[in-house]
C-alpha cells in the first residue's frame, strides 16, 4: 500500500516536478494518507503496536469534508489553521487510538462466521486492542466494553463470564467498541449480518449515519441532524422471510372512488398470503448520537436521529459519535431496558460519598485506578482477580456513585442496525476520525 502512495506522490518527470514546486502547501498534504507511510508490515493476525509500525509518530488523518454556506471560508483562514498547529498533539493522539480501531475491526470482520461464541469474539478483540494501543493505565486502552447486541437487542449487552451465547446465520449483530489515548475516545460501530435478507437493514443504518456525518457541522442545530437522518432511514424497507409482490395489477383492476386506499389493502393481503413480512425501517427514537469529552463518553450533547429534539448548535472543536439505529420493530422506534445488566460506569461528576461497606469502597478503589470514568463490564472486574463483589457493586449503584447501563432492547423478534462513527469539529474542517476502507 506504501508503494503505491510514493508512486502517486513521487511519479514523473522534471516538468511535473516543478509544478509541485509551484504550489508547495502543507494542508493538502495532511489529506492525502502520506502518514500512512509504514515503517514496518503489520502481522496477521495483528501484535504490532501502531506506534511501532509508524516510526515518525504521525499516524493517519481521517476523511477530511469541507464545511459548507457561511462556514466556507474557515478552509482558508490563516487564524483557525494556526489553531489546528496549536492542537496537533491531540489530533495525533486521537487519530493513534483510530488506527488500532480500524485494524482490530479490520481483522474481526475476516474471522467473523456463525458459530463463534460471543464471549470468546469479545474476548479475542479486546485482547488485540490492548495489544495495539500499548495498553497503559488511563494513558491508553479501551474506552468502552465491547457491544455486540443481537436481533432486538440495540446497545449495552456485552456477554458476562460463563455465556454461552452463539453468533447464528440469521443473527443481526451491532459490533461496537471504543479506543482511548489520553482520554481522547474513538467511538465506532458497525452491524454485521451473514443473512442477505438483512442487507437493506444495515444499508438504511449506514446512509442514515453518513447523512448525519454530512450535515454535522459548526454552528449547526443538532435537531436538523436528527430529521435529516430520520428522513434517510426511513425510506428503506426490508422483506423478512418470503417474496413480496408489489400490487401493481390492483391499481389496475379496481376502480372506485377510494381506489388509492383498496389497491394498498389488496397489496397487504397479498403480501400476508405469500408468507412475506414487509417492515418499515423505523428510527429508534430514545436513541441517540452524543458529543464526546476527555475520559467522558457521553459529554452533553445528544445528536437525535429523529425530527425534534434540541436547538442546540455544535461548536468547533467538539468531537461527536455520529450513530443512527434502525428497527423493524413495532413500537414507533422504542427500546426499553430489560435483561442481565453487564456495563457500568462511574459518574462522571460524582464528589465524595461516604461509604460504610469495606468491600464496596474496595471495589471503588479498583474502579478508580483503572476505569476511572470510563464504563466497564463484569468481565473487566473478574479480568482484575475482583471475586464476590456484585453486592459491592449494587451498593456503589445504589449510593449514586457508578451507573448501571442495562442492555436496551426493541421488541422481542425484531432487528436493529447500527453504524456509528466518530467526528471532529476542526476549526478548518470536519474530520471522520474513525473513516476506514470498510465503512
Given amino acids: 500500500m506504501s508503494i503505491d502512495v510514493k508512486a502517486v506522490n513521487y511519479r514523473g518527470s522534471t516538468k511535473k516536478k516543478k509544478r509541485n514546486k509551484s504550489k508547495k502547501k502543507k494542508e493538502p498534504l495532511e489529506q492525502t494518507n502520506l502518514s500512512l507511510f509504514q515503517s514496518l508490515q503489520q502481522t496477521d493476525p495483528p501484535s504490532i503496536p501502531v506506534d511501532e509500525l509508524f516510526s515518525s509518530g504521525e499516524f493517519p488523518v481521517g476523511e477530511i469534508q469541507q464545511y459548507k454556506n457561511d462556514n466556507l471560508w474557515r478552509s482558508t483562514s490563516e487564524e483557525k489553521r494556526e489553531l489546528e498547529r496549536l492542537e496537533k498533539p491531540m489530533y495525533n493522539a486521537v487519530r493513534r487510538a ?21 464471549f470468546e469474539l469479545c474476548e479475542t478483540l479486546e485482547n488485540m486492542v490492548r495489544k495495539l494501543i500499548k495498553e497503559s493505565g488511563l494513558q491508553s486502552g479501551i474506552a468502552f466494553p465491547t457491544g455486540c447486541s443481537l436481533n432486538w437487542v440495540a446497545a449495552h449487552w456485552t456477554p458476562n463470564s460463563g455465556d454461552k451465547t452463539v453468533l447464528q446465520y440469521d443473527d443481526v449483530m451491532k459490533l461496537d467498541f471504543g479506543t482511548q ?24 443504518s449506514r446512509e442514515a ?16 441532524v436528527g430529521a435529516a437522518i430520520q428522513e434517510v432511514m426511513e425510506s428503506y424497507e ?5 417474496k413480496v409482490f408489489q400490487g401493481m395489477l390492483c391499481i ?20 400476508v398470503h405469500c408468507g412475506a413480512r414487509v417492515e418499515a425501517v423505523k428510527s429508534i427514537r430514545n436513541l441517540n448520537g452524543h458529543s464526546i469529552g476527555p475520559y467522558q463518553i457521553h459529554a452533553g450533547k445528544s445528536v437525535p436521529i429523529v425530527k425534534g429534539g434540541e436547538q442546540t ?24 431496558e430489560d435483561l442481565e445488566c453487564s456495563h457500568y460506569m462511574k459518574n462522571f461528576d460524582v464528589g465524595h460519598i461516604p461509604l460504610r461497606l469495606p468491600r464496596a469502597k474496595q471495589l471503588l478503589a479498583t474502579i478508580n485506578k483503572h476505569f476511572s470514568t470510563l464504563a466497564f463490564c463484569r468481565r473487566y472486574l473478574d479480568r482484575l482477580g475482583e471475586a464476590k463483589y456484585l453486592m459491592a457493586l449494587k451498593n456503589l449503584c445504589d449510593a449514586g456513585i457508578v451507573q448501571p447501563y442495562p442492555p436496551l432492547c426493541d421488541v422481542k423478534g425484531s432487528y436493529v442496525a447500527q ?21
Fill in 252 to 271: 389496475i383492476v379496481v376502480h372506485t372512488a377510494n381506489n388509492h386506499r383498496c389497491a394498498l389493502f389488496l397489496a397487504h393481503l397479498e403480501k
Fill in 181 to 204: 489515548v489520553d482520554g481522547h475516545i474513538v467511538d465506532c460501530a458497525f452491524t454485521v449480518a451473514f443473512n442477505p435478507m438483512f442487507h437493506p437493514l444495515l444499508e438504511a
Fill in 209 to 224: 449515519t453518513n447523512t448525519g456525518i454530512r450535515e454535522s457541522g459548526i454552528d449547526v442545530r443538532l435537531s436538523d
Fill in 419 to 439: 453504524f456509528e462513527h466518530t467526528i471532529l469539529l476542526r476549526p478548518t474542517c470536519k474530520e471522520v476520525i474513525s473513516r476506514g476502507e470498510d465503512y
Fill in 313 to 336: 448548535k455544535m461548536e468547533e472543536g467538539e468531537f461527536y459519535a455520529i450513530e443512527t439505529f434502525g428497527s423493524t420493530g413495532r413500537r414507533k422506534g422504542f427500546v426499553r
Fill in 98 to 118: 483510530a488506527e488500532v480501531h480500524r485494524q482490530v475491526r479490520n481483522y474481526i470482520r475476516s474471522i467473523l462466521k456463525p458459530g463463534i461464541l460471543m
Fill in 238 to 242: 426490508v422483506e423478512i422471510n418470503g
